[in-house]
């Protein structure tokens, strides 16, 4: 026997349907009977049976009809015709009509038994085949899938060694160019003029050396080997020594920076460099894009006594709802007015969001053209364990 089933017996005589039923739960088989065709109608529609088993001729519907509920219902279920006034042209149109086989009255037990275990192995091979193919096309989908994964990230990898070429040659360019006329000696060059050109060559140098330590951040932050290492400090003396620092940047254009924060705030335990490198980052920013004489602010607020939020705020050129995502892309640029010409690589704002989010916080900006932009950043700033 091949396993157990659950089987639809249907037939009008009595010691015909006791004698099939107690046979088929002798082999192991769960069996349900019915006396009549609208009977068996309507427990077909209310379970499913692996084999349905029917005489041919019944008094009220036709074992074709039988046959046809089954089918409709349950392609692959089994449905066996019995009769004891055969006819070739009747065991025809049964095949026909879908059903598995035809058997004779009075029903032999052992090629029933054979006919059924048949028709589970078929059913069994049926079930695995389609679980087969709807495997093979979920891995098809997964792979379709990874496969646009993929070449979305090599499209992008692509993107970012094109820019990057780009933002490396430029700086370049201009050290070869100014070095080689200055080198060749070919045409007389005035003392002040060495100086320019020896002063391009200092500012390209630096622009170069602030994109590579850029981009060593960005591949750091990306291979997961740039870590935070928190420690107690205060974060007003930390922001007072960032001001002294960007000072002379601002002088250049004659802005001003203003700073507020919290009474609330002292200590707090974060990663000071990278704190400092967020603020550093945020107001070159702001510098970059405010006008001169323009006006640049720090706030820093405490919420909930465990989060920090602090704003960079600038009355500069502002950025457009469709750009404010792009900008913390890799080499997320946009043109910002003539104020913009020059100004960096675009990864600044990108690695200042990650390391904001490296300490579990959140970076935003809210900005519209021509009214200035504030960017904010949220981290908590858990005591350190033990105070």
């Not at 054979?114 to 049926?126: K, S």
């Not at 323009?294 to 405490?302: N, P």
């Amino acid at each position: 026997m091949s396993s157990s089933a659950s089987i639809l017996v249907t037939d009008d005589n009595m010691a015909t349907l006791k004698a099939l039923s107690a046979g088929l739960e002798d082999m192991g088989h769960r069996v349900t009977t019915a006396t009549g065709g609208r009977e068996a109608r309507v427990l077909i529609r209310r379970q499913p049976f692996n084999i349905v088993i029917a005489d041919i001729k019944l008094p009220d519907i036709s074992g074709l009809e039988i046959l046809e509920a089954a089918k409709e219902l349950n392609p692959e279920a089994a449905v066996i015709m019995i009769t004891g006034h055969a006819s070739i042209e009747t065991a025809v149109g049964a095949i026909n009509e879908g059903a598995y086989a035809y058997i004779l009255k009075p029903v032999a037990m052992n090629e029933l038994e054979n006919i059924i275990n048949n028709a589970l192995r078929e059913q069994r091979l049926l079930t695995e085949n389609r679980e087969l193919v709807e495997s093979l096309q979920q891995s098809n989908k997964s792979l379709e899938e990874a496969n646009r994964a993929l070449e979305q990230v090599s499209q992008t990898k692509s993107g970012f060694m094109a820019k990057m070429s780009h933002e490396l040659r430029t700086p370049l360019n201009s050290i070869i160019g100014f070095s080689e006329v200055l080198l060749s000696g070919s045409l007389p060059i005035a003392p002040e003029t060495q100086e320019e050109f020896l002063n391009y060559i200092h500012i390209s140098a630096k622009h170069l050396l602030n994109l590579i330590d850029s981009i060593l951040d960005l591949a750091k932050v990306e291979s997961g080997k740039m870590t935070i290492e928190p420690s107690e400090f205060d974060l007003a003396t930390l922001v007072e020594d960032v001001k002294t620092t960007i000072l002379p940047m601002l002088a250049t254009k004659k802005q001003t920076l203003k700073v507020e924060i919290d009474d609330g705030i002292s200590s707090i335990f974060a990663d000071e460099p990278k704190i400092r490198q967020i603020f550093l980052n945020l107001i070159s920013n702001a510098h970059k894009f405010a006008p001169r004489r323009g006006k640049i602010k720090i706030v820093c607020r405490l919420e909930n006594s465990h989060l920090l939020h602090c704003s960079v705020i600038d009355n500069g050129i502002g950025i457009s709802p469709q750009d404010q995502q792009r900008i913390f892309e890799d080499f997320g640029q946009v043109q910002r007015g003539s104020n913009a010409r020059g100004h960096g690589a675009g990864l600044g704002l990108s690695i200042t969001k990650r390391l904001v989010e490296l300490h579990g916080g959140n970076m935003w900006v809210v900005s519209e053209a021509d009214c200035g932009s504030t960017f904010t950043f949220s981290i908590p700033i858990a005591k350190k364990a033990g105070t």
